[in-house]
């Protein structure tokens, strides 16, 4: 009798578990916030661009790997979360000229880049949590110092990938009316697409190449990080750092991630930079 008992009581877990697996995925597969998916068709595409696509994954090369000679311990534990939430201030953001150049940070990784007469914004994230669920997650340690109605026109949102961090459905979905051009790692399409942000103007981009607009050459170059929204399916689209340059500037703007032979590959093809913007921790 008790034999059956435990049986029963394990057929009953076994149950429940298989419940909550069925759950979690209707779920994922029905919130959109959790992204698209790629495609047979996509696959061959991205098989076709990027070298580091190799059995439908994006990985990060091994001729760029450095043995890591740091540690990983913290300076210190201490204070790792603001005892409340830290001050910032409202930026004044003003038109620029096409020889002008300025940067306005918002927190996190998301800034304002104006150069070539244009405003340039990356990883836009406006929201209080980077997360999928609205009151779970990582929360800001201090407000947006600007609403998104506050933004200029913005001629182009660069994203380096697709954590919630960097990613911010709600943010996208608000900018969308002020956007003219999105310019993403491959893969990082397909969610905007489902979140209906019109494909015309979105360019999906591997590693090495370039899209030039008036002037204004976007380069999509190497980072050292990973992608994933769902929990599962690491690095089904791609990560990237970017190169911004016209006839007056060069920027390096890092994304996410660690350090790694790429840095020493991007300088050589790129030369100089008059400004690099290096992703340092993942504060909001």
């Keep these: 009798m008790q034999k059956k008992k435990l049986v029963k009581i394990a057929l009953r877990i076994l149950e429940i578990i298989i419940a909550i697996i069925i759950l979690v995925t209707v779920f994922i597969n029905i919130n959109p916030i959790f992204g698209g998916r790629i495609s047979k068709e996509d696959k061959s595409d991205y098989e076709k661009r990027a070298e580091n696509y190799v059995n439908g994954r994006f990985i990060y090369p091994s001729e ?32 620029t000229s096409k020889e002008e150049f300025a940067v306005t940070w918002f927190g996190h990784s998301s800034l304002l880049i ?3 007469g244009m405003n340039i914004l990356i990883d836009p994230m406006f929201s209080e949590r980077s997360s999928p669920i609205s009151f779970m997650g990582p929360k800001r340690f201090s407000k947006p110092p600007i609403k ?20 911010d459905m709600k943010s996208i979905k608000e ?5 003219s051009k999105y310019i993403v790692p491959l893969g990082v399409n397909k969610h ?13 981009m591997a ?21 994933n929204r769902k929990g599962f399916n690491i690095n089904r689209t791609l990560y990237a750092s970017w190169v911004l340059k016209n006839e007056n500037y060069q920027v390096y703007e890092s994304g996410d991630g660690g350090f790694g032979g790429h840095f020493k590959e991007i300088r050589e093809r790129y030369g100089d930079f008059d400004i690099a913007i290096m992703e340092m921790d993942s504060i909001i």
């Design 207 to 227: 590693w090495w190449e370039e899209f030039e607009v008036d002037g204004l050459t976007i380069a999509c170059t190497p980072a050292r990080h990973f992608s």
């Design 192 to 204: 905007l697409e489902r979140w209906k942000i019109d494909k015309s103007k979105i360019q999906d």
């Design 175 to 179: 900018l969308d009316s002020k956007v």
């Design 64 to 95: 760029y790997e450095i043995k890591n000679e740091f540690t990983d311990d913290p300076v210190s534990k201490k204070e790792k979360v603001p005892k409340g939430v830290l001050p910032s201030a409202n930026p004044s953001i003003s038109k």
């Design 114 to 116: 104006q150069m070539n």
């Design 148 to 167: 998104i109605e506050e933004l200029p026109e913005i001629d182009i949102v660069i994203i380096s990938h697709d954590h919630y961090d960097h990613l």
